[in-house]
């Protein structure tokens, strides 16, 4: 008998010490150890410590609730089978409403809808610099784009939406790069001043015809590299064009920054793109057709396209100019915003209440302080935001973990899904929503558990590496076509261009 109350003991101890949150909680009710009379037989002594054993019972733990979302996501086999964009409907009856001519207000709280999927594919423009950056360290090509950008979008699956990539944008940075900040470790790199920061695109004949004009769009990289994440810390305002308008000066330097001793840089990534829009809109008005410009960016890419967004206006006063930005920070003071609103930019905003970086720089000292004009005068050094808002919530998200995650909250991803979920303050997360969920924890943790989603899960499969015919891995070479060269970027623009220019279509948008 006392080696049956040792064993039982023993049990239960172990058990105490394993994890009680993933165990059923053990109860005893009585003493299992008992005094028992000289004169009790030991059959009497076994069936009162059986007797006792009977009466431990096991609590099972309270489920823990999961939202009705989750448990579809679970248990919906169909949800693989269905796209993951709603179907493309004909807006070219609304196209300046929905590209801002009213500044959006009467569309963004509910989101129209036709709103919703033109913010997912400008979004999309902008994760696309993301997702082709080869941003690997012990490549030599760190720092560039992987694919060429005649399959760019092929490569991407963007080719849905419908446009055509025409131009690549190369962006160096006018500071000292100390030895630590260098983007490869390879000696003979493509380049050791430039990065690849974005790209020229514009639409087809039959995307133009359901947008209801010729779009072209610009998407800026946000910050990947580490010598830019050191500008983006500097937080000095400097002039830009005339009058009082200053902007940030890191943001600044990377949009004009330029150096014969480059092969990337020898004209600034503000005087390539600007070329190849003043090239586009004069083609397509040459023929007779409405032209916009859209241009789109993340985080420090939000900052470019309002720079970019400020010269082409100068220069090209009567283009109809939209920018759509995701968690950009502020870019300049009040003077700068007051200039854009008199050029007729129109810009939207999508941020994320938990997110920090859109109340950068200038956390103290922003725009709320232009009520006290009537004391303080017109404050130039004062930071401010431009444009509409479109304000997302993290939390209205069923899919995403509670809790606070700087990194993750900041993401791309993590935008584009609350867009495709938001449809009013008042509202809560959209069911219908079709944008694929999983897509969220491709460079981060944000999805909760029970999706069965790994976090950081997007790579290139075995991180780049390859089995060679003698069975070894290596790092494989890229195909010619993809290796940067600024002499085949010139030469194919300049065949494009001949080639353009010898057409004599018929306009497909009259003005």
Known sequence: MEALSSAVHHRLSAARLLDTTHLPKICVHQQLTVDHPKHSSKSSRLAESLSNLIHLHIETPAHKSIHPSILSFQHDEDKFNRPTLSPKEDISSEWREIHGSCDWHTILDPLHPGLRREILKYGEFSQATYDAFDFDSFSEYCGSCRYNRSKLFEQLGLTKHGYEVTKYIYAMSHMEVPRWLERSRIANTWSEDSNW??????????????????????????????????????????????????????????????????????????????????????????????????????????????????????????????????????????????????????????????????????????????????????????????GAELKLDARASPYLKKGFNLLGIHMLETYLHLVDGFVSTTSTFRSDALRDVALVNKTCDMLVDELRIPPCWHQLENKGLIRNAYGRWVKPKRDPEDVPSPTKEESRAHTVEIYQSNEKPEPLLSV
């Not at 639409?203 to 209801?212: K, Q």
């Not at 940030?248 to 330097?253: M, R, T």
């Not at 005087?271 to 057709?289: A, D, F, N």
């Open 197 to 386: 920061m974005g790209f020229v695109a514009v639409s087809s004949d039959e995307e133009s015809r359901r947008i209801g004009r010729r779009d072209i769009t610009v998407a800026w990289r946000g910050t990947v590299a580490p010598s830019e994440w050191y500008e983006d810390l500097q937080r000095k305002l400097e002039p830009i064009g005339l009058g009082e308008a200053k902007v940030e000066h890191g943001f600044l330097s990377i949009y004009t920054s330029k150096s014969d001793a480059t092969r990337y840089n020898k004209s600034s990534a503000s005087e390539q793109v600007m070329k190849e829009v003043k090239r586009l809109v004069q083609l397509y008005r040459g023929r007779g057709e409405l032209v916009s410009l859209t241009i789109t960016g993340h985080s420090l890419g939000g900052a470019l396209a309002l720079l970019n967004a400020y010269e082409a206006a100068a220069s090209l006063p009567a283009l109809p100019i939209s920018v759509i930005s995701f968690g950009a920070p502020r870019v300049g003071n009040i003077a700068f915003r007051d200039k854009l609103y008199q050029m007729g930019v129109k810009t939207l905003r999508v941020v994320v209440k938990q997110d920090i970086v859109p109340k950068m720089p200038g956390i103290v000292f922003n725009e709320s302080l232009q009520k006290f004009d009537d004391f303080t005068g017109s404050l130039e050094w004062v930071y401010t935001h431009v």
